[in-house]
Nanobody, 117 residues
Framework: QVQLVESGGGLVQPGGSLRLSCAAS????????MGWYRQAPGKERELVAT???????NYADSVKGRFTISRDNAKNTVYLQMNSVKPEDTAVYYC???????????WGQGTQVTVSS
């Protein structure tokens, strides 16, 4: 089991940057995959980016080249660096942890990101 707490959300202007953090209650070294998802009003939750324990990453096409996911095992924290943000990036961003082979997964409470001038 793991608790996830997101932080770093807020209001940012188009073209600006923001860094989200996800602090885990236990060592993330043993978490097979961690990721960021987002949900905009009236839309389904969608994948933003994932990172596996070996370090490989995966991104949604809409954020490739703009967002970067990383993990700091020593701090039990996963980050999402968001650059060149657009109004369509506005959403609640959720941290996710997935364990294999149990397939257990956990979610944070979410952090709001609003991109507006």
């Amino acid at each position: 089991q793991v608790q996830l707490v997101e932080s770093g959300g807020g209001l940012v202007q188009p073209g600006g940057s923001l860094r989200l953090s996800c602090a885990a209650s236990r060592s993330i070294f043993s978490i097979n995959r961690m990721g960021w998802y987002r949900q905009a009003p009236g839309k389904e939750r969608e994948l933003v980016a994932t990172i596996i324990s070996g370090g490989s990453t995966n991104y949604a096409d809409s954020v490739k080249g703009r967002f970067t996911i990383s993990r700091d095992n020593a701090k039990n924290t996963v980050y999402l660096q968001m650059n060149s943000v657009k109004p369509e990036d506005t959403a609640v961003y959720y941290c996710h942890a997935y364990f294999f082979p149990s397939r257990n997964d956990y979610w944070g409470q979410g952090t709001q990101v609003t991109v507006s001038s």
